[in-house]
């Protein structure tokens, strides 16, 4: 089975603070993309930065970066520089395209609360 | 806007009630998803098309549920004979096949189901 794990349900940083947010995967296939999504409250989803399981360079995409560890199977962003609309529900999402087709699996997500 | 849309964006019924959802995805994505997420946790799948071909149904998708996508363009998700623990918000998600391979899903704001 294909599982995601998100250990921390809540989280909360100051404002222009850091914060990192954890996720641990399992899966069997070597082909996979690692997805970080954004749900801020009553709004839709939004991506936030992804990775391909096949490139050692983390990704990074402005103030959001990632720790890939394709061998502990663990992939946690970094928020730099934490704002007011940073806060939401973060989910950790992975893709193969060997078994599972192009079904996103979803962690449980963490809720981020960013206070001034 | 030509981002992935949704309608209606909520809808009250009553148990036993028939309801249909629309989605319509970005102009040019070929596969077209669809999630139920419940209040705190993440997207589940529920099934996904390429074009008009509907490739993939999880085990989460009952008789009850049907899902179509006549042209390859929009697609409905039908819910016959409401539960109460059908409640939940339904997104809508489409990706566009690439060279590069990785299928990112860009996500509808949902459609929230309410279910008296």
């Known amino acids: 089975a294909q599982t995601v794990t998100q250990s921390q349900p809540e989280m909360s940083v100051q404002e222009a603070e850091t914060v990192t947010l954890s996720c641990t995967y399992d899966t069997s296939e070597s082909n996979y993309y690692l997805f970080w999504y954004k749900q801020p409250p009553s709004r839709q989803m939004i991506l936030v930065i992804r990775q391909e399981a096949y490139k050692q360079q983390n990704a990074t995409e402005n103030r959001f970066s990632v720790n890939f560890q394709k061998a502990a199977k663990s992939f946690s962003l970094k928020i730099s520089d934490s704002q007011l609309g940073d806060t939401a529900m973060y989910f950790c999402a992975f893709i193969t395209k060997e078994t599972s087709g192009s079904r996103l699996t979803f962690g449980e997500g963490t809720q981020l609360t960013v206070n001034p | ?116």
Not at chain 2, 44 to 54: I, S
Not at chain 2, 95 to 107: I, K
Request: proline content about 4%; hydrophobic content about 30%; glycine content about 8%.
């Open chain 2, 1 to 116: 806007d030509t981002g992935v849309s949704q309608d209606p964006r909520h809808k009250i019924t009553k148990r036993g009630q028939n309801v249909t959802f629309r989605c319509d995805p970005i102009s040019e994505h070929n596969r077209l998803y669809w999630y139920r997420q419940t209040l705190g946790q993440g997207p589940e799948f529920l099934t996904y098309f390429q074009n008009e071909a509907q490739l993939e149904k999880s085990r989460l998708l009952s008789d009850r549920f049907s899902a179509e996508r006549p042209k390859g363009s929009f697609s409905t998700l039908e819910i016959q004979r409401t539960e109460q623990g059908d409640s939940a918000m339904y997104l809508c998600a489409s990706s566009q096949d690439g060279l590069a391979g990785v299928l990112t899903q860009y996500f509808g704001p949902g459609t929230r189901l309410t279910v008296l």
